[in-house]
Every structure is written in C-alpha cells, then in structure tokens.
T-cell receptor, first 115, second 118 residues
C-alpha cells in the first residue's frame, strides 16, 4: 500500500484564490511527522510546513496552512491568496516513527497559478 | 540564512565511471540525508548520517557509499555508473537531537546535483 497518496496530479488556481492540495497517509505508528515541500521548475526542494502527529493545532506558515485530520489520516496543504510564483510541483512526505530518518514522498501535485 | 550547499551542481559522466557528490549542511545541523530523484519521480531516500555515524539506510545501491566527516559535511561516492543513475541527487540536513515528532526536526534540502550518465 502507498504510504503517501496525492491523488491530484495537477491543479489549476486563479491568482489571489485559495487552493487545497490533498495528501493522505498510511501508518500504524503513533509517532510520525508530515511535511510539504515545493519544487519549482528549477529543481530545488523548498520546505514549506511541518505537522507532528502529536501536535494539537494545525500548522501554519504565512500563506501556508496544513489541514490535519488525524482520524482520516489526511494532511492537506492550503495555500491562501495564490501567487504566480506558487506554480510548482508540491510533494507531501512522511517520516514514520522514532527510529527512521527517511522521508517517504508522495508522487506530487503540479500546481499552476494563472492570472 | 545559510542553506545546504551541494557541489557540483551539474555533473556529466560516462558509464562505468565514478562520481563524488559533496554536501555541506546548514551550520549547527548534525544530520545529513541523501535522496535520489529520477526524472518525473518523487525523491527516494538513500542514506543518512548523524554525528558521523550512519543512522538509516534506504534503497542505496551497493555501488554507492557515503560518509560524514568531522566538520559534518558529507560525500556520496558512486562507482560503476549506469545510465539509470542519471538523476537529481539531493542532500538535506536537520538537527538530529530534537525529538522526532516535534518541530525543529525538519529536513532542509540543498539545491541538488544533477548527474547525467552518458
């Protein structure tokens, strides 16, 4: 089974609108961390936001917020007031448990922001 | 703010040659990670080091080896290169001592080294 599932291969949003990128995860470990990264066409991997499994509140970082629904095992990224520069590939990733360092990535969602 | 530095940024090699990729973590970060991202793929974890010791291992081929040095920089050595090794190789760094389930353990990625094997 996929550990991280991103069901939207591509999304379009108009500038200044909000957009939600979906991510569901699969783990039986009570301790895990969820990450979102942005990868522009230039290739670098930019950290956006982090949510720990024991965090009581949804994480927020500027225009980015994470809609964490633990019971549903979802960690959707919400980008408010989209900008043209937000056009990129977005990856959801999970670190599972205490004893591993590796991040498991989803297949990504390509977001296109249009004027 | 200082970021993760990777060198070289681009590398072209022939089949069966060797390559060495270098990574300099963010200052005070003691953990480094290596990932491989093939064309159109998501990144795949290769290996990680904490305080110069290997801390986790993923799908790293036996032809590859890596180490972390006393100044915390890391090198990924790749031998007998194959066409399928063509990829973007990322190094990431973090603070390893922070609780794994709390903030502060985020992995920050370098710009990547694009390796092309001909």
């Amino acid at each position: 089974a996929q550990k991280i599932t991103q069901t939207q291969p591509g999304m379009f949003v108009q500038e200044k609108e909000a957009v939600t990128l979906d991510c569901t995860y699969d783990t039986s470990d009570p301790s895990y961390g969820l990450f979102w990264y942005k990868q522009p066409s230039s290739g670098e991997m930019i950290f956006l936001i982090y949510q720990g499994s024991y965090d009581q509140q949804n994480a927020t970082e500027g225009r980015y917020s994470l809609n964490f629904q633990k019971a549903r095992k979802s960690a959707n990224l919400v980008i408010s007031a989209s900008q043209l520069g937000d056009s990129a590939m977005y990856f959801c990733a999970m670190r599972e448990g205490y004893h591993t360092d590796k991040l498991i990535f989803g297949t990504g969602t390509r977001l296109q922001v249009f004027p | 703010a200082a970021g993760v530095i990777q060198s070289p940024r681009h590398l072209i090699k022939e089949k069966r040659e060797t390559a060495t990729l270098k990574c300099y973590p963010i200052p005070r970060h003691d953990t480094v990670y290596w990932y491989q991202q093939g064309p159109g793929q998501d990144p795949q974890f290769l290996i990680s080091f904490y305080e110069k010791m290997q801390s986790d291992k993923g799908s790293i081929p036996d032809r590859f080896s890596a180490q972390q040095f006393s100044d915390y920089h890391s090198e990924l050595n790749m031998s007998s290169l194959e066409l399928g090794d063509s990829a973007l190789y990322f190094c990431a760094s973090s603070l390893g001592l922070v609780r794994r389930d709390s903030r502060g353990n985020e992995q920050f990625f370098g710009p990547g080294t694009r390796l092309t094997v001909l």
